[in-house]
């Protein structure tokens, strides 16, 4: 047994007994299957992961790449490289622009418990014509799984193990959840062991790699239509150019004049200072939050804590902190997904009158020299709030909160401390309230924010927040019950949704909305316009 031995043997001691409830454990000869499977389809192939020689003599799109990185899915790290990613490789299910998955190398998902039933796409070839079959999308959750550097590490880090009954890939699941399906959006690579590594692995997604053939510039790497990819509504765009450029702000200004023609950015480093061409909001699941230590006095009160959440406009917070490129959080999770929106009652405006009621209700009435609240003993109503100075979003966004609770008499007293700092002063329990960004993954689970031990949260435990989330994610329970218990308790306070950019050249006609996990989102529809 080669790789899938050894990636597999500590993990099978483990899960074999739970495993053998579900299904029956079965291995695999690499070598054996890839002879079974050239047998079966009598397999004529392109020249393996080769990059060919395109007749093409120009590139209608030319799109941003880092040199120095790979573009194998599981171990380039440059968020350019893995935008191209997604063109040449398809995944097993995506998160649409609604965050609702939808089916790719997937044909249908069924849950059962902690095993997960994925019944793979028949008719799928990849790029160099191979079949693409259950053994691509076990290989590949191995190597998205447990290659060094992985972006997907810690998204299937709930996976125990899979198995394989024809077409049908099982998954078992260390906890039960209803919502792990949707952490199962890796890319599906063919497995060949006999490969070049020097060249990506295969794919069969919209393009593949190209040499231009020009006469001109010669070794000039493309990409090139997939005229073999499963979806009939093939891309008008016929070839792609790839050049490299070192930061976000010149790849903007390059398309802003023609240079380049397509930019997807989750700002994760700063967003450019001006856009002087065509661009779209993109909404990525980036939950910035106040963190509440409820084991405080003042902050153990209810009534404290939903006054410093109506004391806040959220939408302000997002456009003096992130200019514009926020959306003011309605409740614990982002407002454009439609199966928790209905149930979230903000509106991302302040309410200054019920703040100042709820503060009268805990006997803060009279006002000290300083503007700030106290209680009959004298305390102050004062707290200190913990920033990373590394984050100026972040920085705007505690100065702008701090003013405005100003107006409500609450005193804030900002720390800028490093974020290896802030980290650790919250997991020590060293804080009033800290600020800072949670990356909510695809199963939407926001329970490290709200549960002790997981060193995110310090106070009580809210009982009603832990229960009802966990029965939500079991089948037992609806998210509307989460969302009332977390309103009640409120164990932290949201206050925007953080979101991302593209911005493409004017010529690029028909570029709609598109998703974190889809950011060539109905590609099909593109076309660049060279009138």
Not at 160 to 189: H, K, W
Not at 459 to 467: F, I, K, L, T
Not at 494 to 521: A, H, K, N
Request: aromatic share 10%.
């Amino acid at each position: 047994m080669r790789w899938y031995k050894q990636l597999t043997a500590a993990l099978l001691a483990a899960a074999l007994l739970l495993w053998a409830a579900g299904c029956e454990q079965q291995e695999y000869d690499w070598e054996e299957a890839e002879e079974r499977r050239s047998q079966l389809y009598h397999l004529s192939l392109d020249t393996d992961n080769e990059i060919e020689i395109s007749t093409a003599e120009e590139t209608d799109m030319v799109m941003a790449c880092s040199a120095d990185d790979t573009f194998n899915p599981y171990t380039c790290q440059s968020t350019l490289t893995q935008n191209i990613c997604h063109l040449l490789y398809d995944n097993l299910i995506d998160l649409n622009p609604q965050f609702e998955p939808e089916c790719i190398v997937a044909k249908k998902v069924t849950v059962d418990h902690t095993l997960v039933h994925v019944q793979v796409r028949s008719g799928l070839v990849f790029s160099n014509g191979a079949p693409l079959t259950a053994e691509d999308v076990s290989y590949s959750y191995y190597m998205a799984a447990k290659t060094s550097g992985s972006i997907y590490k810690e998204k299937l880090k709930n996976v125990i193990n899979c198995s394989m009954d024809g077409m049908t890939v099982t998954f078992l699941m260390q906890n039960e959840n209803v919502n792990a399906y949707r952490l199962l959006d890796f890319p599906i690579v063919h497995y060949d062991p006999s490969a070049n590594k020097e060249f990506p692995p295969i794919g069969s997604g919209r393009y593949k790699f190209a040499t231009l053939s020009d006469g001109v510039t010669p070794n000039t790497k493309l990409l090139i239509k997939n005229q073999r990819w499963y979806n009939p509504e093939k891309v008008q765009i016929e070839a792609i150019g790839l050049k490299e450029m070192p930061s976000v702000e010149s790849i903007v200004h390059s398309i802003e004049i023609g240079t380049f023609s397509y930019l997807y950015s989750d700002l994760r480093d700063g967003e450019p200072k001006n856009v002087n061409a065509n661009y779209r909001k993109v909404d990525i699941n980036n939950l910035v939050y106040l963190g509440v230590n409820t084991n405080d006095t003042m902050l153990a009160d209810e009534n404290v804590r939903r006054a410093i959440r109506y004391g806040v406009s959220n939408d302000k917070v997002a456009t003096a902190a992130f200019s514009g490129m926020a959306l003011g959080a309605t409740g614990p999770f982002t407002p454009n997904w439609r199966e928790a929106a209905q149930y979230q009652t903000g509106n991302g405006r302040a309410y200054e009158t019920r703040a100042l009621e709820l503060l009268r209700q805990s006997g803060y009435v009279t006002m000290n020299g300083e503007g700030v609240r106290q209680d009959q003993s004298g305390l102050p109503l004062s707290f200190n709030l913990l920033v990373s100075r590394g984050n100026a979003a972040h920085l705007a966004a505690a100065e702008s909160i701090k003013n405005q609770l100003a107006e409500i008499g609450i005193g804030i007293e900002i720390s800028e401390i490093s974020t290896e700092g802030l980290l650790g002063r919250v997991s020590e329990g060293n804080y009033h309230l800290y600020l800072a960004e949670y990356a909510v993954l695809n199963d939407m689970d926001i329970s490290r924010l709200f549960t002790p031990g997981e060193g995110l949260y310090n106070g009580p435990r809210p009982y009603d927040s832990v229960r009802t989330f966990s029965n939500y994610r079991l089948g037992l329970g609806t998210l509307e019950d989460f969302i009332t218990a977390f309103e009640s308790e409120l164990p932290f306070i949201p206050i925007c949704y953080r979101m991302g950019i593209v911005v493409c050249t004017r010529s690029l006609e028909g570029v709609g909305e598109v998703s974190e996990d889809q950011p060539f989102y109905d590609m099909q529809h593109w076309r660049m316009n060279r009138g």
